[in-house]
């Protein structure tokens, strides 16, 4: 027995799938679920084999194709159940940062997700009114909500907040200019950049100022016929600092009243908690921004509002009424899952006493570190029970998912060190990602750091499970 005439031997898709052994496996998982795991249970084996220096353990491979489904039964069965496995998948967020966009920013809180459950598995009157009888608006459910928080006149959702620029600047700045500071002409992420969005929005960019300086007075030279708008951009994934001045909302909107010109202001994230002011004293509200007079606002849904991802425009009725009308509000509409989140959100956001509880990011964000260091501590005392070394140092959290920029507060985090166990930081960092509920975590000088704050209480079993089989191995 050599390795070539075993290779020779692997039998074919085609034979393995014509077997006896094969039909019933497709009966079960059907034929193109069954292909593809054997395509993969083949090339699984052919790396095997040519690693392999022993090769008595594969004896089987010339004995056809019963062997070979018995000999790989329980490999088959491995990849059946990863193939199956819903992609999309919770994971332990353990890294201390509260909005990771790579993580979907702001979880949703329980009446909220809920609700959506609610919504979702029924019919409902998204689109319908029930007093009337008749064809309804769909944004019934949150535009008074809106205004009645924020003080706005009128109020819309779209998809994202990228997607409420678009539609901002393509109704209110579409064939003439948009005047916007370099200072502020910022790539939010991929490919959402503010002059790449002018262009597809059919607007001319006339940039005013300098990278670190703009002054009113660039905005009132840069004014002529053709200027439509004037933005500003909200700093929301950068800081500039030392030598920088920028031009206050106030007075862009005392030269855009003056002019008769409509001020749009990006606001990147949208804070509505009255208590904001205490815990990121640096990001302006939505009620301070709105306070200026600007026409026309939008912020995300699932930044430091800590909903649903949306886009959520304010404005007066007369500017909201005719982005109303404009074709990218259809092509960017919300469907009812978010709707009803949202929906749930503002209403939080009514009663002071539930945003902490019905808000995660606020309820983590919130955290006291002395409530944080106690958790921790309960927690390292049950790593220890079961033989597991944890050490509670000092970190720091971070806002992350481009907002609140360099602002990062204080936090805890329970350090373990994979030396004690044999094992790099990578390798460990690995196994954490391959779990059924992967956990996710920082590797600092060669250890991993688990900050506890943006995780449930209900899922530290998770997170204690995990740390067990990934250094109990
Ligand atoms: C995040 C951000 C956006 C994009 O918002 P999404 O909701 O992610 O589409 C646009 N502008 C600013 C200033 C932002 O901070």
Redesign the pocket.
Known sequence: MDKNSLFRNLPSLDSLLRSEECSFLIQRYGLRAVTEALREAISELRKELEAATDLAPYAYLEEGEEAWFEANAERLIRIFKVNEEPILRPVINATGVLLHTNLGRAPLGEMAGERVKKIISSYSNLEYDLTRGRRGERYQAVEPLLCRLTGAEAAMVVN????A?LLILNEFARGGEAVVSRGEL?E??GS?RVPEIMELAGCRLHEVGTSNKTHLRDYEQAINENTKLLLK??K??FALVGFQAETSLEELKNLAKAQGIPLYF????GILHPEAKSILPAEPSVMEALSTGVDLLSF????LLGGP?A?IILGSKEAIGRLKKNPYTRAFRVDKMCLAALEMLLRAYLDPEKINSEIPIYNYLCTSIEDLAARSDNFIDRLAACGLDGELVESRGEIGG??APGQDFPSLAIVIDPANYGISAQEVERRLRALEWPILACIRHDKLYFDLRCIRECEEEVLLRGLLEVFGD
């Open positions: 994202n907040n990228a997607s620029v910022v939010i992420g959402f951009v909200h929301s994934n990006d606001l990147g994230s995300s849904g699932d930044k991802q886009g481009g907002s």
